[in-house]
């Protein structure tokens, strides 16, 4: 019997505490904390969001003022137009007639001055797909850069987080002005005519003149760029990668590594970086072509340029289409043997 007392005050205690409960002070300490581990979650989730390519847009090229790169908060502030039309890249629904929202093309021509003389205008995509368009159609017109359809954000599966997007149900000769191709998905560039030739290397640049100052190289062939290349063979005119580095006075360890770095958000991917065996520099003769042709005419945005890397045939099992790189922005070596 010795157990119903300690029973019974065992209950008693419990019902003692429950009857407190916790405390005014307590009750606000834990609700802020819940608070701070909400805020903070969600402050790391916005900058995950931040970081994720096509939340920007970059405007370059041949401008009369400056260019820029818009983030997310710019581009939605900057996204007042609607454009309400049939979505050829729909598969299901291609007659659904939707009401984008976005920056119309001529509105961004207008505000960083599009340089006089300039006739076309190309955009390029995260997965370095790119798409030119003449400045007489952007600028008749309301070609958008859409961020939203039907008042919802567009999904990367959609074409988003930027959509290029074409009026054909209120201007149905855009229907076949331009047609489902021109169409792009996740547009993070708008490039007015061509910017000029630029190369990072290390702590030296090199601009159109110091690259035409080095030994000239040419290569003769079907080319991998793909997108408004001839599928004949061409010639192409520029200079070595090892050539450039040589000139950059970098260090090149035997083992190292070249990353390359284009423009798209595919070409410049640290998780997946495009890599060039600095034992294979001189053996493959990998070139940034800057001209092609019969009249060796500059590369010009709509083709890639102004600079692109080229893969020669004696190189092209090891280095494949991947690798044909457009819009070359930057090199880096790294490593080497231990």
């Known amino acids: 019997m010795q157990g119903v007392p300690r029973l019974a005050a065992l209950a008693a205690l419990a019902l003692a505490a429950c009857a407190r409960g916790p405390s005014d002070a307590e009750l606000a300490r834990l609700h802020a904390e819940a608070l701070a581990a909400n805020q903070a979650e969600l402050a790391a989730h916005a900058d995950q969001v931040a970081a994720e390519p096509g939340r920007?847009?970059?405007?370059?090229?041949?401008?009369?003022?400056?260019?820029?790169t818009l983030d997310w908060a710019a581009i939605d502030a900057a996204a007042q137009s609607h454009v309400r039309t049939v979505n050829p890249q729909n598969p299901t629904a291609p007659d659904q007639v939707i009401d984008f929202r976005g920056i119309l093309v001529r509105d961004l021509l207008d505000r960083y001055r599009a340089?006089?003389?300039?006739?076309?205008?190309?955009?390029v995509a995260i997965d370095g797909f790119r798409s030119t368009v003449d400045v007489a159609g952007l600028r008749s017109f309301r070609v958008l850069l859409a961020i939203a359809a039907d008042a919802k954000p567009i999904s990367r599966a959609s074409g988003g987080p930027i959509f290029l997007v074409f009026p054909?149900?209120?201007?149905?000769?855009?229907?076949?002005?331009?047609?489902?191709?021109?169409?792009?998905?996740?547009?993070?560039?708008?490039?007015?005519?061509?910017?000029p030739a630029r190369l990072a290397v290390g702590e030296r640049g090199f601009d159109a003149a110091a690259l035409a100052a080095l030994p000239p190289t040419t290569l003769d062939g079907a080319v991998g760029w793909k997108v408004h290349w001839p599928s004949t063979p061409v010639h192409l005119r520029g200079v070595r990668v090892l050539d450039v580095l040589r000139a950059a006075g970098v260090t090149l360890p035997p083992g190292g590594r070249v990353i390359v770095r284009g423009k798209a958000p595919i070409h410049r991917d640290p998780a997946d970086p495009l890599v060039l065996a600095v034992d294979d520099l001189d053996r493959c003769g990998f070139l940034?072509?800057?001209?092609?042709?019969?009249?060796?005419?500059?590369?010009?945005?709509?083709?890639?340029?102004?600079?692109?890397?080229?893969?020669?045939?004696?190189?092209?099992?090891?280095?494949?289409?991947?690798?044909?790189?457009?819009?070359?922005?930057?090199?880096?070596?790294?490593?080497?043997?231990?």
């Open 288 to 338: 940034l072509a800057t001209r092609w042709g019969a009249d060796d005419a500059p590369i010009s945005a709509r083709l890639g340029g102004p600079i692109a890397l080229a893969v020669p045939p004696a190189c092209a099992a090891t280095y494949g289409d991947r690798y044909w790189i457009p819009y070359v922005e930057a090199l880096e070596v790294v490593g080497g043997a231990p």
């Open 56 to 68: 920007t847009l970059t405007i370059a090229g041949q401008l009369d003022g400056a260019g820029a």
């Open 115 to 123: 340089a006089a003389g300039v006739t076309e205008v190309t955009f």
């Open 168 to 195: 054909h149900s209120e201007a149905p000769e855009t229907v076949a002005l331009y047609p489902d191709r021109y169409w792009s998905f996740y547009v993070t560039d708008v490039i007015v005519g061509t910017e």
